[in-house]
């Protein structure tokens, strides 16, 4: 029960905080001000039911430090090796030279607000995004941990639409054609030869991740797979839909190649890891014709575990991707001669700048534009449905045979638009 007490002409009550102390007795917390015993007593009240609800915030719990909870609260996570080390580093690099010494009792609204503003100015959105994300999210656990270390999160939740609007910037996407995904992959051809040329088309015609593209195993491929899988159970589920009489080329999207950090040196670069696609997106992609015929003959000319192998013949997450393959396959470069000789290469004007990413993106347009239902195209990106829509869609084999025969059309229609060209 609270005791209460009169200090001059206040009131002083005192509860029990539900702690001890390092002698085993009871740690007691107080409040005063008060201009009556009954006031005071309902607020003593107040906060014992507080404390038996586990809702109480003591003075001990609210003083410890944003980084002292921070590493506490990485221990914690669940999550991807990868979303953690990066949230790390983003705690490491923001939020400990700012708030890592102090209190999370004493962090107020306005004093995130200025710091919210100081980091969109000086940082990209995406960084800055991140930024506030890891800090939100760090606030937002300390009041749901029980006992609650603050009792609300001064990250604010309710937009009251103060200050001025600031659009959210997006990625200016340009219309990709065809065609252009063809020449991405002409370039491809003489840069980086044969392979980078059926890399390309397969980038554009199943719209799978670059991660996803450099972790593409042989066994996971047509026409190895689903043959070749070495779980039982998928390969005869795979075996009864893709095979039979009437066979659908596909390929198994199973890993992706990354580099799996070391949490206590994160600047370290990392080892490569075969690790399960973004989201847990594993899934199974149908190939037309054209590309299932491009791909068994490519698996014919090598013997490397990655279906995709670099110019050195190792994996391409261990290559400066973007550099040596990317930019000049996307801008262009000039005639080289003597040993490493190649002829010109011409930019793909409408990838000028843009990140390889975005055939992921131009893929989806080019399955929309063929009236696929939303569930094909959404699956097929490595994307789950959400609500209803999600629990009751389903792929059907008839919806996979009419996109393997859409991609057909697209690659006959590009094929003798080129040959009419030439």
Request: hydrophobic fraction near 35%; charge should be positive.
């Amino acid at each position: 029960m609270p005791y209460i007490e009169w200090r001059g002409n206040s009131c002083r009550v005192k509860w029990w905080n539900g702690e001890y102390t390092a002698s085993g007795k009871k740690r007691y917390e107080s409040a005063s001000g008060f201009v009556s015993e009954a006031e005071a007593y309902d607020y003593g009240l107040d906060r014992e039911s507080d404390v038996r609800n586990l809702r109480h915030v003591t003075r001990q719990s609210g003083r410890i430090a944003v980084k002292q909870w921070s590493l506490t609260w990485l221990a914690t996570l669940d999550l991807d090796p990868t979303s953690v080390n990066h949230y790390r580093k983003v705690l490491r690099a923001q939020v400990w030279p700012r708030w890592g010494a102090t209190p999370l009792v004493e962090i107020t609204t306005h004093q995130y607000k200025a710091w919210k503003n100081q980091i969109e100015a000086n940082y990209s959105a995406n960084y800055a995004r991140d930024i506030l994300k890891v800090f939100g999210m760090l606030m937002d656990d300390a009041v749901d941990h029980v006992p609650p270390l603050i009792s609300v999160s001064p990250v604010p939740k309710v937009n009251k639409r103060r200050g001025r609007y600031k659009p959210k910037p997006r990625e200016k996407k340009n219309v990709v054609l065809t065609a252009d995904i063809h020449r991405l992959a002409e370039n491809a051809r003489v840069v980086w030869g044969q392979t980078g040329y059926v890399f390309m088309l397969t980038a554009g015609y199943t719209g799978m991740r670059l991660g996803e593209l450099f972790g593409l195993r042989r066994e996971f491929c047509h026409p190895l797979w689903p043959a070749s899988d070495p779980d039982p159970e998928r390969r005869e589920e795979g075996l009864l839909r893709y095979g039979g009489d009437d066979p659908m080329p596909a390929i198994r999207v199973q890993w992706q190649h990354k580099y799996l950090k070391d949490p206590a040196n994160l600047d370290a670069q990392g080892v490569p890891h075969f690790a399960p696609p973004k989201y847990g997106s594993e899934r199974t992609l149908v190939i037309p014709p054209f590309l299932a015929e491009l791909l068994e003959q490519h698996l014919a000319s090598h013997d490397s575990e990655h279906v995709f192998p670099a110019l050195t013949g190792g994996p391409l997450l261990t290559t400066d991707f973007n550099t040596y393959y990317w930019k000049p396959i996307r801008d262009g470069a000039d005639a080289r001669v003597g040993r490493y000789s190649r002829e010109k290469v011409k930019p793909v004007e409408v990838f000028a700048g843009k990140r390889i990413h975005l055939i992921r993106h131009a893929h989806k347009a080019h399955m929309d534009e063929d009236g696929h239902p939303r569930v094909v195209v959404e699956e097929r990106q490595g994307h789950r449905l959400q609500g209803v829509e999600g629990v009751y869609s389903q792929v059907t084999p008839t919806m996979e045979r009419r996109v393997m025969q859409c991609l057909q059309a697209r690659w006959l229609t590009e094929e003798g638009t080129r040959e009419g060209r030439g």
